[in-house]
């Protein structure tokens, strides 16, 4: 600031402190220090140099005045006007010392001193190969089975597993404390860990972090190859199917997959004509082509089916049923309105029950391995022949599991809309069983 405002031009710049304790922070190029020193001589290096610093002792230091006070009788005697005396010789005599840092210098970070010492330490350990990452391997899979399974890995060190044990069936051994899959294989010359797989609790951490691995390796591959790469890898997860697809279900990047496929399946573009001619439909087309991109299949519905979006709220419970009837092909022709529009929008539940639903329960079916239907899931139950909006509505009470883990017959208990003023039932609930692919989820319960 000085420099800026004098406009004279400035040969050398000196500075000086009475601090030697200072000097030395100034001249420090290895240490770190706390915030505050820190900022302040980082601040002082940033305009200076730490070569134009020099050390003045208090009782030449002006400066010393203006911190301890002095009264207006001894001001006049005192160096705060003039400066001290060395300034007015002809060549200003700066003595070289070289200030040290003062030892257990509280304002020296100590978290240096704690790294160096660290870094000696690994220093003197050899570099990680792969022999010392199987062996981590082994410590951890053993603190994994020894929290799951102590019990069983006492008793085998003495004998065998009861028949009714859970884990019997692996005819489980033990090699270098760690418990693995015995069996047939014993002779066969394969690696010990294809031959003998680590056996793994279902819910431990290490399995966890060794399933990720392994279905990460996959590049998020279904349940089958996620369980291939566990066993290639020498690994026999308890419940391996399960804990895989639970896995599955909860991992981001196949959820993110997932819905991003149903969405395109499910995905209805409406777009509104101003009529049906060509010119409108070619409009219109244009329209959806430059939104969606290319078009694959164009398909042309026979027949007049106008469709609004009110046709798609038609499972919600406050719509009303329709009026009693049935609605045939020659109520389009009549003169009352209010029988054509029955008629569409007969047409349009039977088509969206017939093309959608089916599509979507199919994919329940076929697509997802997992169980498609739990106790509490709010379902709508198929039935063949019925009206629209008369399909039930229903919680399922119970599921009944397969051999294979799959959900494929439920009990279902009804609902029923009348009820007493206070909301209680004013029936008895209806209870029906019903096969899965009779069901379409609409809410899952989680
Ligand atoms: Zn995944």
Known sequence: MLKEELELKIDQEYFWTDSNVVLGYINNEARRFHVFVANRVQRIRETTDPAQWHYINSDQNPADHASRGLKVSDLIHSNWLTGPKFLWEKDIITPKTTPELLVGDPEIRTTQVLQTKQLARYKTVQPINVEDMRKASIVLIRLAQKDAFKDEMQKLSHGKLPHCHPLF????????????????????????????????????????????????????????????????????????????????????????????????????????LEDLTTDAFINALQCFIAIRGAVNTISDPKGLEPLTPNHLLTMGTSVPLPPPGKFVQEDLYRRKRWRRVQYLTAQFWSRWR?????????????????????????????????????WKLGRVLDVCEDEDGLVRKTTIQIGNRKLGKEGQRLTNPSILERPIHKLVVLVENN
């Open 169 to 272: 069936q692996l005819d489980p051994v033990l090699h270098d404390g760690v418990l693995r899959v015995g069996g047939r294989l014993m002779k066969a010359s394969l690696p010990l860990d294809s031959k003998h797989p680590a056996i793994l609790p279902r819910d431990s951490v290490v399995t966890r972090l060794i399933l990720n691995y392994c279905h990460e390796k996959t590049q998020h591959q279904g349940r089958g190859q996620t369980l291939n790469e566990l066993r290639a890898n020498g690994y026999w997860v308890v419940g391996g199917s399960k804990v895989v697809a639970n896995h599955i279900k909860q991992c981001v990047t196949c959820r993110r997959n997932r819905r991003s496929t149903e969405m395109q399946k499910r995905a209805i573009h409406i777009e509104m």
């Open 354 to 390: 017939k093309e959608f639903l089916t599509n979507i329960t199919l994919r329940q079916r076929w697509h997802t391995p997992r169980a498609t239907v739990k106790i509490g899931d709010i379902v709508i139950v198929k039935e063949e022949g019925v009206p629209r909006n008369e």
